[in-house]
C-alpha cells in the first residue's frame, strides 16, 4: 500500500458489498446450521464474511467474526496451520 492511501476505498461501488454482507450472513447461518457452528467450512465462511464486514465499516462486527473465524481454525487445524 502506497503511503496516503485508503485501505477502504475501492472502485466497486458500496452497494455490493452491502449485498455481499447479506449474502455472506444468509450462508453463514446455512453453514452453522448444516455443518455446526465449529467446523472449518463454517469458519471459512465467517472469516469471509469478517472480511466484508470490515471493508463496509462494521468494525466489531468483523473483528468478532475474525475472532471467532480463528478460534474455530485453532480448535479444528491446530495453532499453526
Same mark, same amino acid.
Request: glycine content about 6%; hydrophobic content about 35%.
Given at each position: 500500500?502506497?503511503?496516503g492511501q485508503d485501505w477502504?476505498?475501492t472502485m466497486i461501488d458500496?452497494?455490493? $458489498?452491502?449485498?455481499?454482507?447479506?449474502?455472506?450472513r444468509n450462508m453463514l447461518?446455512?453453514? *452453522?446450521?448444516?455443518?455446526?457452528? +465449529?467446523?472449518?467450512?463454517?469458519?471459512?465462511?465467517?472469516?469471509? $464474511?469478517?472480511?466484508?464486514?470490515?471493508?463496509?465499516?462494521?468494525?466489531?462486527?468483523?473483528? *468478532?467474526?475474525?475472532?471467532?473465524? +480463528?478460534?474455530?481454525?485453532?480448535?479444528?487445524?491446530?495453532?499453526?496451520?
Open positions: 500500500m502506497q503511503p477502504k476505498y458500496p452497494i455490493y $458489498y452491502e449485498e455481499a454482507d447479506q449474502h455472506l447461518h446455512f453453514f *452453522e446450521m448444516e455443518f455446526g457452528p +465449529h467446523e472449518t467450512v463454517t469458519a471459512e465462511c465467517l472469516f469471509s $464474511y469478517a472480511l466484508v464486514s470490515l471493508k463496509i465499516g462494521n468494525d466489531m462486527v468483523g473483528l *468478532e467474526a475474525m475472532q471467532k473465524s +480463528h478460534m474455530i481454525y485453532s480448535n479444528n487445524l491446530g495453532e499453526y496451520d
